[in-house]
């Protein structure tokens, strides 16, 4: 037989395996990436190295803004949810787009996915040849990023990889969305490509093209964002070759090596900058409220509380290590998250505040080392565990992230740094049914990302316009983004007062929308969000950001009304005193499940969607009474909260605007101090008093649950737990198994 | 943007500055020896005299003892405990663990359920100041937030010694 002779494709002779084993055994033993100990470019040639890096970086960023345009997804046109990045042969990235910088590294994860996995031998890696990815198990946060990936070969050598990721608005789950939620693992959250060949040539196989067609409820939104991953991927190709048809092959690899090194050198120096040595605590939780939940089986019909005690170490050397012990098992439902997922969400926080975001890239990841429990939601070892909205988790988990850097800043000094946290990118409008064209629609509603930035060190937070995974986030305009694909007519879009957290600079304020069904046939709604609990926390004495509520009504008058010229509701602004239940005769559903499964609504019906503020910074009653002033007049706070929270006592004028009493408010505030003597006792007596309920376990059993999970999975956590307590090492309460469904 | 000076410090400490000012800080270099300058002007700013090693929390600093101890203390003058151990077992308490009690702060329903999750107000017993709260769930442990390596800050990031030290501790909790 006729045994072809195996060409390599790797540097000098070697194959991409062995290129692959030798760099980390290279920094492994040196602790430097690529072993290098001297930047020989970048200090002797500084300006050759800085020319390679602002032309890379530059071709990443001008292919993203032309690409985006070829897609018709108000996801990846409008909000920009799209990356690009360049990578070693290895696998490692190099640079970054502007985007969604989650994917620093995920992409990482699925280039050495194919080169462990020997994709070099079969199917190959060829000029031309185009892959594909969104298996989280490979390298993604969830599976509606989906990854395409081509090599850049230059005289026979695979230079670098090319990739671009685009968010997706569906992908044929049991629930609709991008991140559906509903589905209770991968057997049914919808699309799954394992990384592939799905093209050749610079074009996608003919035999690929009718994936997305029977796999998404949106088929012809996936194959115009293939097509503008595509396009990006190979304006950044032809980018790189100008690049070294200009400086030279030679430059180019070293550069390569180099910037990655200097990164996480970059990294490591920011980090002794700005923060200290230490440990830093900083857990969240958050709440899947599906107790008797009748659309599921009975292994996910439970409420579950999920704790994410995040801690941070920060090294001397500069390195960090980040460790989720005493996390809680995955569960069944789409919210757990791989240990890939994690590592981008770390990234995505960082680029926004202690890292170079200009110069970010893998060096980063090497100075970082990171810890997720086996079982956990973080880690769940178990390919059944569902992954399609790993956000949920994610983004209340990781909010100790701004926390921890917020306590080195302070103890530095740099106040300016400081973010108490963030809102949640939630309420989260999912939907599905015929729209007003009578077409199959599936709703992804973005305007999520108007959620409220946590208080600054010496400033208010940001209001409605932030979202932790893509800083650029943009709302979305009403009529031609979503009133196009849904059919839900807006009846009004406004700041939600009391939605940021209460504090010296209370936390960014958080926004809400009334949507009113109108022309939809078969059409079903979601609440995804946080209704049971906070999912940030305040810094240095002030609150937490608000926690989601669910306000529906079916069979509502609302037609009738428009029929009369009557007033219709704008807002539901204060949900005690809502004008939504004045205005509207109907069903109203009122309540703080607001994770819901999806749910049906007739024409005329109202879903309102309340978007979270974020977490506050100080003692409420050090706010400057001339904030709170402005606050009451810009209609930032409910008037009713101004003197129990803020010590602020304010009255109207006759023509309505507030102003305050300075001298009522001194004494207010003195009073408020002689209360909190009184109600306050000592914090050890307090302790004594609450151990015998911990030591019986007279919790709710969805509490007690979460408490043997993380005990189960995280034995240093569960140490350190029973010895707060003073629990026995054995046989307590929470050393009873964990059942996998119903109650433990 | 420029570097800011002790006199934009103390107006970033005090919530007094401009946001074109701050706007300036943010986009400057993070300059050397901002931690000397903070710290100058946080000492100039208390009414007691030991030295400051490190600014922990609003309110709350580690400052070096004439005994020898370093412990944390309230601007107000309260002292809590020696800094590695948690400075909230030795504060006041009010824990709001009904809804009533929530809805004190949030309009119903947007604060946390009580059966899931209850709110910590840890208070200092001097000034009744409100310097830490917690959203946990029942039965937590108390969060110790952050332990500081001073010695390895001090003698390998700043490279300087501190004075010698004097430990008097008792069991911090987690």
Known sequence: MHMKAKVSIGWDGASLKDMLARSEQLFADTGHYYGLRELTMKERTPLLFERLYLKLRGALVSAREIARNISASPIVKELGELCFTVFTPEGDSVALSTGIIVHVHTMSDVVKYMIKGDFEDNPGFKPGDIFC????????????????????????????????VTHVPDVGARTPGSSPVGPMSTYDQGLTIPPQKIGENDEVFRSFKDTYKRTSRTPLLLELDEKTRLAGCIMIRDAIGH????????????????????????????????????????????????????????????????????????????????????????????????????????????????????????????????????????????????????WHFLWSGLNGLFRFLSHGYYARGFLEEIVAGYGTTTNI????????????????????????????????????????????????????????????????????????????????????????????????????????????????????????????????????????????????????????????????????????????????????????????LGDPIERSPRLVEKDLNDGQVLPRFVEPVYGVVARQDAKGKWQVDEQATRQRREQIRRDRRTRAIPVRQWLAQERERVVSGRFPEWVVRMYRESIALSTDWGRDFKSFWNIPAEGSVYDRPVARSGKS | MSEPTKEVLRRMIEGR????????????????????????????????????????????????????????????????????????LDALINVRNTDAAINEIYP???????????????????????????????????????????????????????EPEVRASRAGGL
């Open chain 1, 133 to 164: 990815n969104n298996d989280v198990l490979a390298g993604n946060v969830h599976n509606c990023d989906i990854h395409t990936i081509i090599p850049f070969f230059r005289e026979g050598e695979l230079v670098s990889w090319i990739a671009g």
């Open chain 1, 243 to 390: 690049l070294i048809e200009e400086e030279g092959i030679a430059a180019y690899k070293q550069f390569m090596r180099e910037a990655i090194e200097n990164g996480r050198r970059s990294f490591i120096c920011r980090v002794k900058r700005m923060l200290v040595p230490g440990r830093y605590r900083v857990p969240s939780f958050c709440d899947v409220p599906w107790k008797d939940e009748k659309g599921h089986l009975p292994q996910a019909a439970r409420n579950s509380l999920v704790n994410s005690p995040l801690e941070v170490t920060v090294n001397v050397d500069g390195t960090l290590r980040t460790t989720l012990d005493g996390a809680s098992a995955w569960g069944y439902h789409s919210m757990n998250c791989s240990p890939s997922a994690l590592q981008g969400g770390m990234w995505v926080m960082m680029t926004q505040s202690l890292a170079d975001a200009e110069s970010i890239n893998d060096g980063c990841y090497f100075a970082l080392d990171q810890h997720f429990p086996l079982g956990s939601w973080s880690n769940p070892g178990n390919p059944e565990a569902g992954t399609a909205h790993a």
């Open chain 1, 429 to 616: 409008l999912y939907g599905s049914g015929l729209n007003m064209f009578g077409e199959p629609f599936s709703a992804t509603n973005m305007e999520m990302t108007g959620a409220g930035l946590g208080a600054r060190g010496c400033w208010d937070g940001l209001d409605h316009a932030y979202a932790m995974w893509n800083p650029e986030s943009d709302i979305g305009d009403i009529e031609t983004s979503w009133e196009l694909w849904e059919p839900m007519l807006y009846l009004g879009r406004t700041v939600k007062p009391n939605t940021g957290g209460a504090g010296k600079f209370r936390g960014g304020n958080g926004m809400e929308s009334v949507r009113l069904v109108w022309k939809s046939q078969n059409a079903v709604f979601q609440h995804v969000g946080h209704g049971m609990v906070f999912v940030n926390c305040g810094l240095f004495g002030a609150y937490p950001s608000n926690t989601g509520y669910r306000r529906s009504v079916h069979n509502t008058n609302a037609f009738a009304l428009i029929k009369e010229r009557k007033p219709l509701p704008s807002s539901d602004r204060d949900p005690e005193d809502s004008e939504i239940e004045r205005l509207i005769a109907g069903d109203h559903v009122v309540d703080d499940k607001a994770l819901t499964l999806p749910e049906p609504y007739e024409d005329g019906d109202i879903y309102v969607s309340v978007i979270q503020g974020g977490p506050g």
């Open chain 2, 17 to 88: 500055s401009s946001w074109d000012e701050l706007l300036g800080v943010m986009r400057a270099e993070k300059e050397p020896d901002r931690f000397r300058k903070y710290l100058e002007v946080l000492q100039e700013r208390v009414q007691w005299h030991e030295r400051i090693l490190l600014p922990l929390a609003e309110h709350l600093y580690i400052v070096q003892k004439a005994d020898g101890g370093r412990i944390v203390k309230c601007d107000c003058g309260h002292e809590f405990c020696d800094y590695r151990d948690n400075w909230k």
């Open chain 2, 108 to 162: 119903r329903p947007m604060g946390c359920n009580s059966e899931w999750m209850e709110l910590r107000e840890y208070l200092c017993p001097g000034c009744q100041t409100q310097l830490d709260v917690e959203a946990v769930p029942p039965g937590y442990p108390v969060v110790f937030n952050f332990l500081p390596d001073l010695e390895a800050f001090y003698r390998h990031w700043l490279g300087e010694a501190l």
